[in-house]
């Protein structure tokens, strides 16, 4: 009878062994997927700050660049102006000539 109930204490306690154990694992591994979610949350973040310090980036080396381009093309005018304007006299000189006469 003695034995019996040792047997039936030692299946008692494995069975409680086993269902900590497996309490253990499920936590364990809810740990784990909430790591791993976490890191994934993380790792999104990061890359949109990323996108978004590169957007910025991009935006103002792009209105730097229209800045230089737009005083280029302002030079560009106004050499185009200088070289034309001496001529321009001379033309109009000989159409206003040539409509006199």
């Known amino acids: 009878m003695e034995l019996i109930k ?3 204490q030692t299946e008692a306690q494995a ?8 309490a253990e ?4 591994a809810e740990q ?8 994934l949350e993380d790792a999104e973040q990061h890359r949109k700050k990323t996108v978004e310090a590169a957007v910025t980036q991009a ?10 381009l737009k ?6 005018r106004r050499q185009m102006r200088d070289k034309v304007n001496p001529r321009m006299a001379q033309a109009v000189a000989k159409v206003m000539d040539y409509l006199r006469g």
């Open 71 to 76: 005083s280029q093309a302002e030079n560009d």
């Open 59 to 68: 935006r103002s080396q792009a209105l730097a660049e229209v800045e230089q």
């Open 6 to 8: 040792k047997i039936k």
């Open 25 to 28: 694992v499920g936590a364990t």
């Open 15 to 22: 069975q409680q062994i086993i269902e900590q154990a497996r």
């Open 32 to 39: 784990g997927r909430d790591n791993r979610q976490r890191i």
